[in-house]
């Protein structure tokens, strides 16, 4: 069975730092994707970042950006320049073709500080 | 507007009163799925459908009926609401599978008393 693990329940870091979530993941299948999901207190979800497996490059969108270690099965986010706005909770999410589904974690929530 | 459509956004029942939760997408999403959302648990699959006619459990079904008879309507029942039913729910839909990731309904905030 596929499992992600976010290690860190809760993280705060002063606005225009630089702050890393980490994510663990498990699956026996190699063609496999990878996502970061933001939750703000609007309870919204939003797509952060999609990584596919068989691509070495790590995927980055404006602020954000991944570390993606496919020996190691590790996914952390950074988000540079932090902003007020990225005040959320964040989710690390798996999908595998063995299960039809996104396999979530159990989410960091990330306070940044005025 | 390309989105997926959950209502209500809020509310509170009795246990036993049977209830629906409805889901709507605009977008001729193939795939569409119910999730909850629970403190320290995150979010977990209940069901899912691939298309019309074709639906499946996921990892925590019990409690909950789905239907799926038209491509955009995906709804939640739960037929004998039960306290531990006090949730988040998400719906979500996909192009294609979910390799290309979801895109969520505004959640529902279900309180059984």
């Known amino acids: 069975a596929q499992t992600v693990t976010q290690s860190q329940p809760e993280m705060s870091v002063q606005e225009a730092e630089t702050v890393t979530l980490s994510c663990t993941y498990d699956?026996?299948?190699?063609?496999?994707?990878l996502f970061w999901y933001k939750q703000p207190p609007s309870r919204q979800m939003i797509l952060v970042i999609r990584?596919?497996?068989?691509?070495?490059q790590n995927a980055t969108e404006n602020r954000f950006s991944v570390n993606f270690q496919k020996a190691a099965k590790s996914f952390s986010l950074k988000i540079s320049d932090s902003q007020l706005g990225d005040t959320a909770m964040y989710f690390c999410?798996?999908?595998?073709?063995?299960?039809?589904?996104?396999?979530f974690g159990t989410g960091t929530r990330l306070t940044i500080i005025p | 507007e390309a989105q997926v459509t959950q209502n209500p956004r809020y509310l509170i029942t009795v246990t036993g009163k049977k209830l629906t939760v409805t889901c709507s997408q605009n977008?001729?999403?193939?795939?569409m799925s119910w999730y909850r959302q629970d403190p320290g648990l995150g979010l977990r699959q209940i069901y899912y459908?691939?298309?019309?006619?074709?639906?499946d459990k996921g990892d925590v079904p019990e409690g909950y009926k789905v239907s799926r008879k038209e491509k955009r309507n995906f709804p939640l029942i739960l037929e004998s609401p039960s306290p531990n039913q006090t949730s988040l729910y998400f719906c979500?839909?996909?192009?294609?599978?979910?390799?290309?990731?979801?895109?969520f309904g505004s959640g529902t905030r279900l309180t059984v008393v």
């Open positions: 979500a839909s996909s192009f294609g599978r979910a390799n290309y990731g979801y895109t």
């Open positions: 699956t026996s299948e190699n063609n496999y994707y």
């Open positions: 990584q596919e497996a068989y691509k070495q």
């Open positions: 999410a798996l999908f595998d073709f063995g299960n039809e589904k996104l396999t």
């Open positions: 977008m001729n999403h193939e795939y």
């Open positions: 459908s691939m298309n019309v006619e074709v639906t």
